[in-house]
């Protein structure tokens, strides 16, 4: 099985700040990453798809980067919306394994 | 509108059974491959199973293969989850989910997730 693995667990940030999330896989992915925004109690809610490329409606502010087993998710201006815990997730393989997740604080 | 609605949750001793449904509407679900995914009391996301559009292919996680079992009726827009041999650690909220916008395919992301039906293993 192909396991994800995210740094930080935890975040914490300001209103404004850049910040980024890192996922490694432990095998080559290629670009098949996609990155997810939860909120207590509420579904996930899809960000980017395919390492880099932005889902419909998802503001700019979110940017996806990286290919093989090392991909960043990246919040340029940090909005008081964004305070909540993502996670990546591979789908190169039947395995679909998601990452344990970065919960981003208000610092 | 485009929606998924699961039901069938609810509390089981260890050892028993339940059948999860979700209901699509909005979309032409037979074109989708769907997904079940869960996600344990203040734990992270894990998928569980996915069925392509016309069920030929599924797929499941190690750790239910052999005790769920997916299914789906494309007439009544409905996907299935029979879950059987449940444990504790299966105790979770249990989402349905697809891809719908753009290229999709069995090996895909997830844009659309139902609201989740709690299943507790517990005696």
């Known amino acids: 099985d192909i396991q994800m693995t995210q740094s930080p667990s935890t975040l914490s940030a300001s209103v404004g700040d850049r910040v980024t999330i890192t996922c490694r896989a432990s095998?080559?992915?290629?670009?098949?990453l996609a990155w997810y925004q939860q909120k207590p109690g509420k579904a996930p809610k899809l960000l980017i798809y395919?390492?880099?490329s932005l889902d419909s409606g998802v503001p700019s502010r979110f940017s996806g980067s990286g290919s093989g087993t090392e991909f960043t998710l990246s919040i340029s201006s940090l909005q008081p919306d964004d305070f909540a815990t993502y996670y990546c997730q591979q789908y190169n393989s039947y395995s679909r394994t998601f990452g344990q997740g970065t919960k981003v604080e208000i610092k | 509108e485009v929606q998924l609605l699961e039901s069938g949750g609810g509390l089981v001793q260890p050892g028993g059974s339940l059948r999860l449904s979700c209901t699509a509407s909005?979309?032409?679900?037979?074109?989708?491959?769907m997904s079940w995914v869960r996600q344990a009391p203040g734990k992270g996301l894990e998928w569980v199973s996915a069925?392509?559009?016309?069920?030929?292919?599924?797929d499941y996680a190690d750790s239910v293969k052999g005790r769920f079992t997916i299914s789906r009726d494309n007439s009544k827009n409905t996907l299935y989850l029979q879950m059987n041999s449940l444990r504790g650690d299966d105790t979770a909220v249990y989402y349905c989910a697809t891809k719908i916008r753009g290229v999709t395919g069995i090996l895909d992301a997830i844009d659309m997730w139902g609201q989740g039906t709690v299943v507790t293993v517990s005696s």
């Open positions: 395919k390492a880099s």
């Open positions: 095998q080559s992915i290629s670009r098949w």
């Open positions: 069925m392509s559009g016309n069920g030929g292919r599924t």
């Open positions: 909005g979309f032409m679900f037979s074109s989708y491959a």
